[in-house]
């Protein structure tokens, strides 16, 4: 396939580093990265880092019409979800007002925009869901990834969402992931509540980022899951990650689901079906088990990435 300049935004995410990763050592294709990280990169012909704000339209226009993308890969996004309760606005213009932006930008230039969506775009009755199941989302968070989708679906002319499920993976960045957040309860001797309920799919970012590989190689449209092969509640999620790390269980305090109190409202029973994925782009999607053994892995052998500084 002929090279091709592919922008990806939220360059320092977990799923960019192994995305940029992915298509470095298995391509040709020139990388254009937009990351508040954006000093952290070691650039070359191949690679460029910028700071732009995606909520800023006209300098974004200029930086995109400068770069001449043939893909935008937009992965930046506020995912924490206290955050989206607290400050809607943040949440709205990096989630929603951003990718306006780009699709607006994706359309004008007629290129293949593909940005990352959640299982919380569902109100967890009937979980977990395929590509064709209809949103209801229940948290601020979610309604800004419902909207996203609705503009990736009605805005651009060569438009893919990729929804996913409690992402996890390593960070050369150091961003948390949810594992990260656990740990730092262990670490402050503070206990982590959990019930048996509030199922989801806990998903490697190695895997989402493969699946984004194989959509642009292979020009897919519409909606993809990329999600794990485990469909697991809360608790199992956290036995598992202590059993993955030879933690202590100490700090885990199991509640009853009738006692078990949320701040934000969360799906019962969220979680994807991988099955488009796995047919169509040929993903084998990890375990939660096999992915902690890969998280555990590259923690062992931290060693900063090719493209870093």
């Known amino acids: 396939m002929e090279p091709k300049t592919i922008l990806i935004t939220g360059g320092s995410s977990i799923i960019a580093e192994t995305l940029i990763e992915i298509l470095l050592n298995e391509t040709d294709h020139k990388l254009s990265i937009i990351s508040s990280n954006a000093d952290s990169f070691r650039t070359n012909e191949r690679l460029t880092a910028n700071k732009v704000d995606l909520v800023d339209i006209k300098n974004l226009k200029s930086f995109c019409y400068n770069e001449k993308p043939d893909v935008i890969v937009n992965t930046a996004s506020v995912n924490d979800l206290e955050l989206c309760e607290k400050n809607h606005k943040l949440a709205w213009d990096i989630n929603v007002i951003a990718v306006e932006n780009l699709a607006s930008i994706a359309r004008v230039l007629d290129i293949h925009f593909i940005t990352i969506s959640s299982d ?70 503070k206990s982590i509540e959990v019930t048996d309920n509030f199922f989801s799919t806990p998903t490697l970012a190695d895997d989402v980022a493969l699946t984004i590989f194989r959509i642009i190689e292979k020009e897919r449209l519409g909606i993809y899951n990329a999600a794990g092969n485990s469909y697991i509640n809360k608790a199992t999620l956290v036995e598992q990650i202590f059993l993955a790390f030879q933690q202590d269980n100490k700090f885990i305090k199991f509640i009853p689901k009738k006692d078990f109190k949320q701040m934000i409202r969360i799906p019962e029973k969220a979680g994807l079906i991988n099955l488009k994925a796995e047919t169509d782009l040929s993903v084998k999607f990890s375990s939660f088990e096999d992915g902690l053994a890969t998280y555990r892995y590259k923690i062992n052998n931290f060693n900063k990435a090719g493209f870093l500084g």
């Open 120 to 189: 919380l775009v569902f109100d967890g009755r009937k979980g977990p869901y395929d590509e064709e199941a209809k949103p209801d989302p229940l948290n601020y968070f979610g309604k800004t990834k419902h909207a996203a989708e609705n503009i990736c679906l009605t805005s651009v002319n060569k438009g893919t969402i990729v929804r996913t499920s409690n992402v996890y993976g390593f960070s050369s960045f150091f961003k948390k992931d949810f594992t990260a957040i656990i740990f730092e309860k262990v670490f402050e001797e």
